[in-house]
């Protein structure tokens, strides 16, 4: 990290507030940062102190992705087959990371609200609906780019987001990576409220204020019978996706992806 930290994390009156914490890449997210988002959220549920943990980003979006320049720059200085190679141990390094903090904001005994205050797309897309509770601003999206750079869906989206929508229109989500407004998500029940931008921050801590008061045993089993019954999946969904995303890696389509994203200019696909 050069000139500011990445991640922000501030403890106050029984709440952790994690901020991704770069907004001049539309808080785009390297493995390091992924990791260090674990450790807060894996530190604070085993914290009797912390109540509620919440998450956000700095700036005009929530999260945009995971980082790919590092990627681009490999395949730029590399043959095809040496790029992807290298492409792969980058990437590989940052699913393990979003696998880590998916399970542990599914897992925390304690209530985390996502406060999506712009786009949520790719791995932030999976962050943010690996949350309890989400809260959006009206000019928020949500998106599973994944398919724009060649790859499949991550992050636990295969199990969070049908359990939420159901399979249409999880399999729309995925397969055409169009946008969702954060009212037509609401519609669709992917997110729980979605408010004006200047009132977001407001409504927002009304909801971190009423649960940091709450009955937090009665919260963690909540959460346990809900991840039970509706998330059941999830571990399983996430060893998938990971299976299916490094034989993706390998492929000449990831290779184009990413190298048209960094070009700026719709991939050609040709299935290789």
């Known amino acids: 990290m050069t000139g500011r930290p ?3 994390a501030d403890e106050d009156d029984g709440v952790l507030r994690i901020v991704f914490n770069r907004p001049q890449r539309l808080n785009a997210l390297t493995a390091a940062v992924l990791r260090a988002a674990a450790d807060a959220v894996e530190k604070a549920a085993a914290d009797p102190a912390i109540r509620v943990i919440t998450l956000t980003g700095t700036g005009r979006a929530f999260c945009t992705g995971a980082d790919l320049t590092d990627v681009g ?5 590399a043959g095809v087959s040496g ?27 304690k209530p985390v609200v996502a406060v999506v205050n712009g786009p949520a797309a790719g791995v932030g897309c999976s962050i943010a609906t ?5 809260w959006a601003a009206e000019s928020a ?3 599973l780019a994944f398919a724009n750079v060649g790859l499949m869906p991550d992050g636990g989206t295969t199990a969070t987001i049908p359990a939420a929508i159901g399979r249409a229109r999880a399999a729309r989500m995925a397969l055409l990576a169009e946008r969702v407004p954060a009212q037509r998500a609401f519609d669709w029940g992917l997110i729980s409220a979605v408010v004006p931008d200047d009132q977001l921050a407001a409504e927002a801590d009304k909801v971190i204020a009423a649960l940091a008061t709450g009955p937090t045993a009665a919260y963690a089993e909540t959460k346990r019978a809900l991840r039970a019954s ?5 571990d399983h969904a996430l060893s998938q996706e990971r299976a299916g995303q490094l034989r993706l890696f390998e492929r000449a389509d990831f290779t184009e992806g990413v190298r048209a994203f960094r070009e700026h ?4 696909f040709t299935g290789a």
């Open 6 to 8: 990445y991640l922000l």
């Open 73 to 77: 720059h490999g395949m730029a200085s």
């Open 83 to 109: 790029a992807v190679r290298d492409a792969s141990g980058a990437t590989e390094d940052g699913i393990d990371a979003a696998n880590r903090l998916i399970r542990a904001i599914a897992d925390a005994p």
């Open 130 to 134: 690996a949350c309890d509770l989400i």
């Open 141 to 143: 999206y949500f998106l």
């Open 230 to 234: 509706a998330l059941a999946g999830l």
């Open 265 to 268: 200019r719709p991939a050609r």
